[in-house]
């Protein structure tokens, strides 16, 4: 990956419609050279899909925050079942080091959020957590 491909998925990031002959003028390479990169991206799997974004995605919403969470061992397969199941967890990660779980969680409110909170720390092979409320967020290009 070089320069030119970063610029592309940068504006890519921005709007995923944006037209190949709109990203050449940006970049000064020609409409052929970025639909062939763009198909390049694609095939090698770099580009995994094209996306929207709806209002309700882009507005800001009530309270969003990381959670990292330590499992006793043999919990793990268990305790991502559940964290799966809890509607206000967007997205779960699996780490190395410390923490064995990351959970990315959105509520409507701080009272929302500390029983949410509640519930993730009431499952059963949870060992620690901590949480960290994100306050604001700054788009990567």
């Known amino acids: 990956m070089d320069d030119l491909d970063r610029e592309i998925l940068g504006a890519l990031r ?3 419609r944006i037209p190949a002959a709109s990203l ?3 970049t000064g390479a020609s409409r052929a050279t970025i639909a062939a990169r763009i198909d390049r991206l694609v095939a090698n799997g770099t580009i995994a899909a094209f996306t929207i974004r709806t209002g309700q995605e882009i507005q800001p919403s009530g309270v969003r925050a990381v ?3 330590e499992v006793v061992g ?12 809890i509607p206000q967890v967007r997205a779960l ?14 509520e409507r ?3 929302g959020f500390d029983e949410t909170l509640r519930r993730i720390r009431s499952i059963e092979g949870i060992n620690s957590s901590e949480s960290s409320i994100l ?7």
Do not use: P
């Open 109 to 111: 409110d701080l009272a």
């Open 14 to 16: 921005q709007n995923a």
């Open 135 to 141: 306050l604001k967020t700054s788009k990567m290009t």
């Open 24 to 26: 050449a003028a940006m």
């Open 74 to 85: 043999k919990y793990g397969d268990r305790v991502a079942h559940q964290l799966r199941g």
């Open 93 to 106: 990660h699996s780490t190395n080091g410390r923490w064995d779980f990351i959970a990315e969680l959105e």
């Open 67 to 69: 959670v990292m969470i």
